[in-house]
């Protein structure tokens, strides 16, 4: 089985997140997409909600997909998340399966900077999906890299978490940039500053 690993803070997470990993499943005939919340990652600071809210979020928001699931593994063992770690038991647990880690352009450019990607990029391949205003350019990472990235083309959202975060501390709107169960978790979970709403 082709599955495609979507990790990620998903603070919170939004409809790109959700686009990048449906983009990605159809162009590499991914038969599952996992998405995993990490813990803390290493190269963000601590996040705005925490481990069991942003899992709840991602639970909620992926529950109706049939080729969608999640991956709790980062955020039940704790501590810094380093995707090495995680590929090495998934592949240990689930040795049938080829795996896909999916990253935005941003991430991509930063590969070389993660911890055991000479081992990482022997283990997987890389799916890079396009963000606005961070092209996707091969060329310029490592060799040994580059041959393990494919590129997918997706529809580009101009939206991010931390975005969305601040919105919501405002007092905005992140109704539509959001996933319906995601929004409605936040409002009654008062998330992000917003005053916490009832359920009904």
Known sequence: MKVGIMGGTFDPLHIGHMMAAE???????????????????????????????RLSMVQEAVKDHPAFGILDWEVVRGGVSYTLETVISLQE??????????VGADMVQYLPKWQGIEEL???????GVGRPGTPLDLGLLPGFIAERVVLADMPLVDLS????????????????????????????????????????
């Open 23 to 53: 983009t990605a499943r159809e162009s590499y005939g991914l038969q599952e997409v996992w998405f995993m919340p990490s813990h803390i990652p290493p190269h963000k600071h601590e996040a705005g909600a925490s481990g069991e809210d």
């Open 93 to 102: 647990e689930y040795p049938q399966h080829e795996f896909f880690f999916i």
């Open 161 to 200: 978490s931390t975005m969305l975060r601040a919105r919501a501390a405002e007092g905005k709107s992140i109704r539509y940039m959001v996933p319906d169960a995601v929004f409605d978790y936040v409002q009654r979970s008062g998330l992000y500053g917003v005053q916490p709403r009832s359920a009904d």
């Open 121 to 127: 990029v022997q283990r997987l391949t890389f799916i």
